[in-house]
């Protein structure tokens, strides 16, 4: 069983008024193994931000079905929501979502916080991840007091502290670089998922490569098959 | 840019932000309105032919005062927080490119239209309700004395006057914002938290000494008299202290709770406490509002409702017995048994003439005068006191001296006392310590024993006074006073007042008394030897009664009338804060509802906010009446009310139903707050 399995999920906007309605996902099908870092790659407007909402439940799906670690999170409670995504799911937003009312530190506290955990624990737990993140000096001021980039590692200290089993993260990133770390590139159009895999075997300017490519072959309207 | 343009950008501005600009204006309106009603009551003659009249108006005018200075705080940080929201529109606008300069134009055109909104609407209201109130006026008041709200030009033009120069000052400050503010931190100003003053703990500090020395003063306060001059300035002193502590307060709260890490990081708390010390100083103000609203309220509702319950006790001992005939001099100094006696039988011709007779009676001649006392056994009658002390306002050695002689003494009282010759009895109420001996003017009476006049009927003769009274009971009533025969006030008139007091009972009914009451004085008139200059009055009880239920029924009313709008004006207070910060913290809730809060946490951790700030205001509100009552007890004095356990029976029904009514309202507007984030 993999980790997370998306099958057929469709997405529709229901138009406002007047308007035509939006489908931004058509049929999404992809599973994720356990240890595997996959990125999403498409233009704005492909889906990206929807498919991610659905996966972390923040969405429902119009249709189909998204499994992560046996959970189904089409048909899981309203009320049950909050602690899975709590339990389970690290999620880095795109506006990073940092609360100004707390500075870097309480933030990332709290989601411990609203599982209600020890302060000593919590504590234990940011000694080991802040240095990592080079956030170390940053964690008494305020999210107006740093910058962007800044900002975004809090974020990512704040999905990755609760241990969950998946972590999300829309990132704005124009080097496609970033993403030829990843054991696996997915690209996404109009609401499809174009499954380009390339395994690890590759070198780092091969795959740089073939993601370009990809990337220019997406953006002059062409099809991957 | 052209100038049409500011106006309609401005109103486009109050517009767009009309969830938090219609309560705001709201309140505007609510605070001019009772404005304009207090400067109508205090000021215009309204209020007049009853008993205390000047003592309530004088009141009201404190209160006018006070409500001016309570607005102008109240709408000062208010408005300080609606600024705080617009920052960031400020800031693009700037970055558009508007300078500083086109940005005061619109704040101007903004200021000046929320000034006209609530002028006319305040004034309105305050209009509206006064009519409202004198029609439940004469509704409830079946009275001889009428009530009637006239529209006075000289109250609108006052409040219109006021509540500009408050508005002023409040676009002063926005503009400061505005003006001192980069472009930058405008554009950031809604991200950033309050910071904690610089100097905290001086301002808890100060404001911790100017309340106490206001609840000093308002404790030390010693003759009703010098309680109004020196009541205002302990209100003020407790208004301004009560800002500053819970300011200050609300920083030092929140910081100890911040530190203390196991409350802090407790999912219920964790919230609760940031936003608060987001805006913690604004906390501070707004719970100091509600406390000051609230116990104005208690205040004017518990010494209203004493007044009005205590009616019949004070109508009885101004009033001891059905008919009351009162005679003073003016100019015969001399107590003239011969001249008492035929008016009592004047009384008494009158009465049997009438086919009644007289039940039981009480009659007393005296003398009194007025003077300084000096701390150190005398009393100085050189000086008019009553013209001096607007000078000095030094009412607290303000006496009142009385002279009767022993036989009334003992009759009155049921003693059997004798004097050894040269010497006197002396009975002292209030703060005066006096030894053996006391000088009145240059003469020195020899203290024989002290007695309490209040220990018998003596006191319905004495009366309720407001200063501190000395009475000195002597031999030869006239002998005792005839060295103070040729001082005189400051109209020319003597100092020393002869009064002679009949009381009686009679077998008549009500009707029968009135009648009766109407037709001594000619019966006075008539009686051969009473000599002109002596004046009389006479006063039937049951007629008095109308006048009594009138005047404190119309007091009571007053209360409850400033109270209800009053209380309409903390509601909107905490609906106003509860629902500012519900659109503050709409997107801080939906980010924690993402990163796994449920609507459970939220609505717990709105709970303990609530709780956290709950109860402040009003154990402050209760200190502050704790304090401020002694005072009004002699207030109260002034009306003739002297009962003690009934203003502390009103005062707790007030705290209870208060309470009630504002823990309902922090329900109800928690919900609106709850709706708002979830
Ligand atoms: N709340 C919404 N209502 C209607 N349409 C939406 C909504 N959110 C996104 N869309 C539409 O769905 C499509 C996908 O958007 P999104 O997932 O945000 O793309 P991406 O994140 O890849 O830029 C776009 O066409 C967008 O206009
Ligand atoms: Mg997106």
Redesign the pocket.
């Known amino acids: 069983m993999s980790l997370l399995e998306v099958s057929g999920v469709k997405k529709t906007?229901k138009a406002r008024r007047g308007g035509a309605s939006?489908e931004?996902l058509k049929n999404v099908n992809f599973t994720v193994e356990k240890g595997e870092y996959v990125a999403i790659m498409?233009?704005?407007?492909?889906?990206?931000?929807?498919?991610l909402n659905i996966l972390a439940a923040l969405d429902k799906a119009t249709a189909g079905t998204v499994i992560l670690d046996g959970m189904n999170l089409t048909t899981i409670k309203d009320a049950a929501i909050a602690k899975f995504r709590r339990d389970n799911l690290g999620y880095v937003f795109?506006d990073f979502n940092l609360l100004d009312t707390f500075t870097l530190e309480d933030n990332i506290y709290l989601p411990l916080v609203l599982a209600g955990k020890r302060h000593s624990e919590m504590k234990e737990r940011l000694d080991k991840l802040a240095p990592s993140l080079g956030i170390t000096d940053l964690l008494k001021k305020y999210p107006y007091e740093v910058s962007g980039g800044q900002k975004q590692r809090a974020a990512i200290a704040r999905a990755l502290i609760t241990n969950p089993k998946i972590v999300l993260a829309?990132m704005v990133t124009h080097s496609t670089k970033a993403a030829s770390h990843a054991s696996r590139v997915m690209f996404?159009k109009d609401?499809i998922i174009f499954h380009q895999i390339y395994k690890g075997n590759s070198t780092d300017t091969q795959m740089y490569q073939k993601i370009s490519d990809t990337l220019n072959l997406l953006a002059q309207g062409g099809d991957l098959k | 840019m052209k100038l049409g343009l500011y106006p309609k950008i401005a109103a486009d501005g109050i517009r767009k932000n009309s969830r938090l600009y219609v309560p705001y204006i709201a309140t505007c309106i609510l605070m001019i309105a009772i404005f304009y009603i207090m400067h109508l009551l205090g000021f215009s003659d309204m209020l007049k032919n009853f008993e205390g009249a000047s003592t309530a108006k004088d009141i009201l005018q404190l209160g006018t005062i006070i409500m001016a200075l309570f607005g102008t705080i109240f709408l000062f940080y208010t408005q300080s927080t609606l600024i705080k929201g617009r920052k960031k529109e400020f800031g693009l606008y700037n970055v558009l490119g508007m300078n500083r300069v086109n940005l005061g134009r619109i704040l101007f055109f903004e200021t000046a239209l929320i000034w006209i909104i609530s002028m006319t609407g305040g004034i309105l209201a305050g209009i509206g309700l006064s009519k409202l109130a004198e029609l439940g006026f004469t509704k409830m008041i079946n009275s001889s004395v009428s009530y009637q709200f006239t529209v006075s030009t000289d109250s609108i033009a006052t409040t219109v006057i006021v509540y500009s120069f408050i508005f002023l000052f409040i676009y002063l400050n926005a503009l400061r914002q505005i003006w001192f503010t980069r472009t930058i931190n405008l554009i950031h100003a809604d991200k950033a938290g309050e910071k904690p003053p610089k100097a905290n703990w001086v301002i808890g500090i100060l404001g911790l000494i100017i309340l106490l020395s206001g609840y000093t003063i308002a404790l030390k306060i010693e003759s009703p008299l010098s309680a109004l001059a020196w009541f205002f300035i302990a209100v003020i002193l407790i208004i301004v202290g009560t800002y500053l502590v819970l300011i200050a307060g609300s920083v030092l709260l929140c910081r100890i709770l911040q530190k203390n890490k196991t409350y802090y990081y407790k999912t219920n708390h964790f919230v609760s406490v940031s936003s608060m010390a987001f805006r913690m100083k604004r906390n501070g103000a707004g719970l100091a509002s509600i406390c000051i609203l609230l116990t104005m309220i208690l205040v004017m509702i518990s010494s209203t409702a004493a007044l009005y319950f205590n009616r019949e006790e004070t109508l009885t001992t101004r009033y001891p017995k059905q008919i009351n005939v009162t005679a003073t001099n003016m100019g015969v100094l001399e107590n003239s048994e011969e001249v008492i006696s035929k008016m009592e039988n004047a009384v008494s011709k009158c009465v049997k003439d009438f086919g009644a007779e007289i039940t039981e009676d009480m009659s007393a001649s005296y003398y009194g005068l007025s003077g300084y006392f000096d701390n150190n056994k005398t009393v100085d009658i050189d000086l008019d006191p009553y013209t001096t002390l607007s000078t000095t306002f030094d009412f607290d050695s303000v006496v009142q001296v009385y002279f009767f002689d022993v036989e009334t003494y003992n009759r009155l009282n049921n003693k059997n006392e004798t004097l050894s010759p040269g010497k006197i009895l002396l009975s002292i109420d209030g703060n005066i310590q006096v030894d053996d001996e006391i000088i009145i003017g240059k003469k020195t009476f020899e203290v024989e024993k002290k007695v309490d006049y209040k220990d018998g009927k003596m006191k319905y003769a004495v009366g309720t006074s407001v200063v501190s009274t000395i009475v000195l009971i002597v031999d030869d009533l006239n002998e005792a006073v005839a060295a103070f025969s040729e001082y005189t006030d400051s109209r020319g008139e003597p100092m020393l007042v002869w009064k002679w007091t009949y009381d009686f009972d009679t077998n008549l009914d009500s009707k029968g008394q009135m009648e009766l009451r109407g037709k001594i004085g000619s019966y006075i008139d008539d009686e051969p030897g009473v000599p002109d200059p002596v004046v009389y009055y006479s006063f039937s009880r049951d007629a008095e009664r109308d006048d009594f239920v009138s005047t404190f029924g119309g007091l009571f009313f007053l209360g409850i009338l400033l109270s209800i709008i009053f209380m309409v004006s903390c509601v909107l207070i905490i609906y106003y804060k509860q629902i500012s910060e519900g659109f503050e913290d709409q997107s801080r809730f939906s980010i924690m509802q993402k990163v796994g809060m449920t609507k459970e946490n939220i609505k717990k951790s709105i709970n303990s906010q609530m709780l956290t700030v709950f109860f402040i205001p009003i154990i402050f509100a209760c200190i502050h009446l704790a304090t401020v009552l002694p005072i009004v007890h002699k207030l109260l004095l002034l009306f003739g009310h002297n009962n003690v356990p009934l203003l502390l029976i009103t005062a707790g029904i007030c705290v209870l139903i208060c309470g009630l009514f504002y823990a309902l309202t922090y329900k109800l507007t928690s919900n609106a707050y709850y709706k708002i984030v979830s």
């Open positions: 906007y939006v931004a498409g233009e704005s407007g492909s889906g990206k931000t929807t498919l795109q829309l996404i609401g």
